[in-house]
């Protein structure tokens, strides 16, 4: 015969401490920007909530803005551990030495670069009709 147990009684719930509101952050529109300091030859990229506060940033630091366009912060954490992938080191900051290849990335992953520090290359194809 089997010789089971019955355990009565009642599981106490434990409660956890889950931010709802962190995560929902994630997802807010505003601005990703990159700005660029010719004196240290670094890029920054970021988020910031509304052009008030990107102004704000820009005139702390003494940056010049490269580029910016609507986004999430979301996007930003995606950047950040993409570039981490390929080798790309920052600072806690955001901060990162400006190379060619930095910038090339920062394009094909759809980041605002702007024209000024990074040209892309225009293919023209040209058909000939004979």
Same mark, same amino acid.
């Given at each position: 015969?089997?010789?089971?147990?019955?355990?009565?009684?009642?599981?106490?719930?434990?409660?956890?401490?889950?931010?709802?509101?962190?995560?929902?952050?994630?997802?807010?529109?505003?601005?990703?920007?990159?700005?660029?300091?010719?004196?240290? +030859?670094? !890029? @920054?990229?970021?988020?910031?909530? &509304?052009?008030?506060? /990107?102004?704000? =940033?820009? $005139?702390?630091?003494?940056?010049?803005?490269?580029?910016?366009?609507?986004?999430?912060?979301?996007?930003?954490?995606?950047?950040? +551990?993409? !570039? @981490?992938?390929?080798?790309?080191? &920052?600072?806690?900051? /955001?901060?990162? =030495?400006? $190379?060619?290849?930095?910038?090339?990335?920062?394009?094909?992953?759809?980041?605002?670069?702007?024209?000024?520090?990074?040209?892309?290359?225009?293919? @023209?194809?040209?058909?000939?009709?004979?």
């Amino acid at each position: 015969m089997n010789n089971r147990k019955i355990i009565k009684g009642h599981k106490a719930l434990i409660s956890s401490s889950f931010n709802v509101h962190n995560s929902s952050d994630k997802f807010k529109d505003g601005i990703i920007y990159t700005f660029y300091s010719d004196e240290f +030859n670094l !890029l @920054k990229v970021g988020f910031a909530e &509304n052009d008030k506060a /990107l102004e704000n =940033k820009l $005139s702390v630091k003494g940056f010049i803005l490269l580029d910016k366009k609507k986004g999430t912060k979301k996007e930003l954490f995606l950047l950040t +551990n993409t !570039l @981490k992938e390929l080798g790309i080191t &920052n600072s806690d900051r /955001l901060y990162f =030495k400006h $190379s060619i290849s930095l910038m090339r990335h920062l394009s094909t992953l759809g980041w605002p670069v702007g024209r000024s520090l990074y040209k892309q290359r225009m293919i @023209k194809k040209e058909l000939i009709c004979a």
